[in-house]
């Protein structure tokens, strides 16, 4: 699976705790074996994020990304609830 990263995503990535960010490189490993894993909580979104899926860090931050084709990922936001209204 190929995952890229947006440069928004990027930027705020940075932004994050590293205690955050060790999170997420866990996350990210088992998303990359399955982006199913029940642990990610892997859902769809409306709205006007229509077409793109969201999954866990933790209980607090969340990574966005889309499904460019079956075997390539985009990364375009990651943080806390207020990801969903950017």
């Known amino acids: 699976m190929e995952i890229s990263y947006s440069p928004k995503f990027a930027k705020e990535y940075k932004k994050l705790s ?50 460019i084709k079956d075997d390539k990922i985009t990364f375009h936001l990651v943080g806390s609830h207020s990801i969903y209204k950017n």
Do not use: C, M, V
């Open 18 to 67: 590293n205690s955050i960010k060790l999170k997420a490189e866990k996350k990210e490993k088992l998303f990359r074996q399955n982006p199913f894993n029940k642990s990610l909580k892997t859902h769809k979104l409306g709205g006007k994020l229509q077409g793109f899926w969201a999954f866990s860090i933790d209980y607090k931050y969340r990574i966005i990304f889309e499904f």
